[in-house]
């Protein structure tokens, strides 16, 4: 049996980006680049102000203030998206707004609350210096310089700034197909007639979602019966994807076929069985190159196995530099009592307390229990040692789903 470790760095090895497309923009969104972006203009593209009120030479003000006004005539107006200001001559200001480019010749901006107007005078109330209030070109950016990197995640940040720079198509690496294939007599489509002795194939369901949420492109195919021929036909279709993931079957027991089909097509077995639980009989296999992961059918087993072991390789494979989620440190909210042999992976609610992140763990950790996986936002990771672990005790968690929430804003009584 593998630990963990060994199980994920042999899988680690086995997937490697796809080739690099050049998408549109705004359908990069969640990808990663596949090369560095460079800028392509200065930003901001040409001075302006940033604030209200009028643009002076920083000199005809130094020594401004209340009792001793400076007194300039208002001369033209510059603002966002209007013509360009003509040159500013000493003695004068120009009335200007946010994001209005500066005219030429001025170097500061006092802003309007600093300012008395009388006609076509404003008296200036506050010194002010060289720069004030400017957003000068390419004080951002740079042209030229590297704005982005490859292996960088396309977010709303990434994407405000290509934006910005008017780089409207990106590359990004490919987003890898992943086949989905489970097995069973009993899997029923969702929707469908439940004759007695069947289920829903809820599995598909919900690892079609974390494909999705991590952003590959899942092929979800339908349920193959027991039966050798169909396992075997059905991992034939599935092996045109990139990755194949199969679910149920790879336990001991006597319909547990995956093994068999898997020799039967050549598909070579690298490792079966990890040391963790839920999720012990995961079996890792490739056939030319390709992964081909059977996971086990018990609907927790294969979630926790898929975040554990196969959601990295899949970021990988998305170009992601950065692949392994990286634990927080958290509290045991209660004590806990297990079997010791190997990792366990416990769906938990994690909450602030203080300073202090507290999991609770679910009370329902069996790998069949599907309300073990409603709410959950952290998985505590058990060491395989470990037979008793006191409330208070400090644990690893991986932040999952969406986060810590709550019903509370955390600004409430913050200043
Ligand atoms: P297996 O790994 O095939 O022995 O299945 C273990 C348990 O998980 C059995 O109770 C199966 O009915 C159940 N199971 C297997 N595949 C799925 C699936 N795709 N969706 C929901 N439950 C499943
Ligand atoms: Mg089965």
Known sequence: MQSVADALA???GAFQPRGEEEVALPEAAGRYLSRDVTASMDSPPFDNSAMDGYAVFAEDVVAASTSDPARLRVHGESRAGGEAPSLLERGTACRIFTGAPMPPGADAVVIQEDTRRQRDEVEVLEASHVGRHVRTRGSDVRAGSTLLRTGDRVRAGEIGLLASQNIDRV?????????LLSTGDELRPLGADLPPGTIVNSNLYALTQMLRDLGV???????????????????????EADVVISMGGVSVGEYDLVHEAFANLGIELGFWKVRIKPGKPLAFA???????????GNPISAMVTFEVLVAPCLRKMLGDPEPH????AARLREGYRRRPGRVEIARALATREGDDLVVTLNTRQGSGSLTSFVGVNALVILPADRAELAAGERVDAILWGGGLRGPRSFFDGLD
Do not use: W
């Not at 590359?171 to 086949?179: E, Q, S």
């Not at 390709?290 to 996971?295: A, F, S, T």
């Not at 989620?325 to 927080?328: D, G, I, M, R």
């Open 325 to 328: 989620p990286q634990p927080v």
């Open 171 to 179: 590359h990004v690496f490919g987003r890898p197909t992943v086949a």
């Open 217 to 239: 492109v899942p092929i979800a195919l339908p349920a193959a019966p027991d039966r050798l021929p169909d396992i075997e036909g059905a991992l034939r279709q599935a092996l």
């Open 286 to 296: 490739s056939y030319e190159g390709k992964p081909v992961i059977g996971l086990p």
């Open 10 to 12: 042999s899988m680690m």
